[in-house]
Antibody, heavy 122, light 108 residues
Framework: ELQLLESGGGLVQPGGSLRLSCAASGFTFSNYGMSWVRQAPGKGLEWVSAIGGNGDSTYYADSVKGRFIISRDNSKNTLYLQMNSLRAEDTALYHC???????????????WGQGTLVTVSS | EIVLTQSPATLSLSPGERATLSCRASQSISSYLAWYQQKPGQAPRLLIYDASNRATGIPARFSGSGSGTDFTLTISSLEPEDFAVYYCQQRSIWPPLTFGGGTLVEIK
């Protein structure tokens, strides 16, 4: 069974840092691109970042570019999001999501984690 | 950035009725559109991709249509488990990937 399990969220002060993790199972992790998508409380979905299967290509939303870094460790089947210089507007539930097709940038997400909550507040 | 506008914001219907949800793109995105369903406290679920293809395990009562800038998700006969929020998403021009604001399908 395909499964994604996020961790690492919590309460952090403005300007602080957090690293989120997403543990994957049930599929050949290294074959699939992955993304982070966030959802502010009571709001819609916002794409944050994407990474290719081998980790060489990464993409970011303008709202996080220069502050967040996406990475992956295929030996551990784990996706990461390093979040620096956090702002109140980064407060959200952060989901990791798997791209539908292997070795592809088709960018349809057929498996999502339940999310980890990040709260940025003093 | 491609903006996706969903309408209506809320759709109030009864079980057994037909639901028609709209998603309009700010410029042509060919058929590069997907639909997701999200229930409270759950992760989104892929329903439709490439505008009209049902994802694995999605019931036939869900169908998608459209191309260019105007797209429709139709639920032919609402089941109790279909009451949820529905989002559209485009991958035609990215980054950024963009989502619509969502349509809540609620029980009338």
């Amino acid at each position: 069974e395909l499964q994604l399990l996020e961790s690492g969220g919590g309460l952090v002060q403005p300007g602080g840092s957090l690293r989120l993790s997403c543990a994957a199972s049930g599929f050949t992790f290294s074959n699939y691109g992955m993304s982070w998508v966030r959802q502010a409380p009571g709001k819609g979905l916002e794409w944050v970042s994407a990474i290719g299967g081998n980790g060489d290509s990464t993409y970011y939303a303008d709202s996080v570019k220069g502050r967040f870094i996406i990475s992956r460790d295929n030996s551990k089947n784990t996706l990461y999001l390093q979040m620096n210089s956090l702002r109140a507007e980064d407060t959200a539930l952060y989901h990791c999501a798997k791209v539908q097709e292997d070795s592809s940038w088709n960018m349809w997400f057929d498996c999502w984690g339940q999310g980890t909550l990040v709260t940025v507040s003093s | 950035e491609i903006v996706l506008t969903q309408s209506p914001a809320t759709l109030s219907l009864s079980p057994g009725e037909r639901a028609t949800l709209s998603c309009r793109a700010s410029q042509s995105i060919s058929s590069y559109l997907a639909w997701y369903q999200q229930k409270p406290g759950q992760a989104p679920r892929l329903l439709i991709y490439d505008a009209s293809n049902r994802a694995t395990g999605i019931p036939a009562r869900f169908s998608g249509s459209g191309s260019g800038t105007d797209f429709t998700l139709t639920i032919s006969s609402l089941e109790p488990e279909d009451f949820a929020v529905y989002y559209c998403q485009q991958r035609s021009i990215w980054p950024p990937l963009t989502f619509g604001g969502g349509t809540l399908v609620e029980i009338k």
